[in-house]
């Protein structure tokens, strides 16, 4: 599959436009696409929005629905479980400023072009 069909079949299977926004920034940026979104974890009952199997890395793009402390308590325990399975799981704020976090994993997403 080439880059550009992996972008597009990421982007229809995308929950939301902020998940496509995502996308959008790590191809601007020259940077690695996940492979799987809305790939369900069984192990912890939770489905990330994008999956990276190599390096077993869930993102998450959270809404301003994650600002709320419920769904923000939700949210750790899904981390935790994760981390207790030797998955790593990054969160992506709807009001952040995305790239900053990018570029600090580039095992995850490579380097900027």
């Given at each position: ?85 030797g998955i790593t799981s990054l969160r992506f704020a ?20």
């Amino acid at each position: 599959m080439t880059r550009a069909e992996l972008l597009a079949y990421l982007k229809n299977r995308c929950d939301s436009k902020l998940e496509r926004d995502w996308l959008d920034t790590l191809e601007s940026c020259g940077l690695n696409l996940p492979d799987k979104a809305q790939h369900y974890l069984k192990c912890c009952h939770t489905k990330p929005d994008f999956w990276y199997e190599k390096a077993r890395t869930a993102i998450y793009i959270d809404g301003p629905a994650h600002d709320y402390p419920d769904k923000r308590k939700h949210d750790e325990e899904t981390d935790e479980c994760l981390e207790d399975r030797g998955i790593t799981s990054l969160r992506f704020a709807h009001d952040e400023q995305w790239v900053i976090t990018l570029v600090k994993y580039p095992s995850i997403f490579g380097t900027m072009k």
